[in-house]
């Protein structure tokens, strides 16, 4: 099970730019653990979404109970999976 849920949304007006949002809740543990899980997720970001983001949508990755503890590489596969699939 991913550590993330992906919601990806055309804005529908002229900007090519690709925005993110991020948001972990108090279900996936204490403030210190949200705020690392963000981290990681904005670092997931940069990583993979200049190349396979979509142009012109809000990406929005929602942190699940688990996601904090997950490899590395298990999260980038996650988030390039996620994004093939919105693709189609």
Known sequence: MPGFVLLVRDRGDADATMRIGITV???????????????????LAREILPQSGIHGADHVLIGRPGGVERD?????????????KVRR
Do not use: C, E, I, Y
């Open 25 to 43: 809740s108090k279900k996936v543990g204490n403030a210190v653990t949200r705020n690392r899980m963000k981290r990681r997720f904005r670092a």
């Open 72 to 84: 590395w590489s298990a999260l980038q596969a996650d988030l390039a999976r996620a994004l093939n």
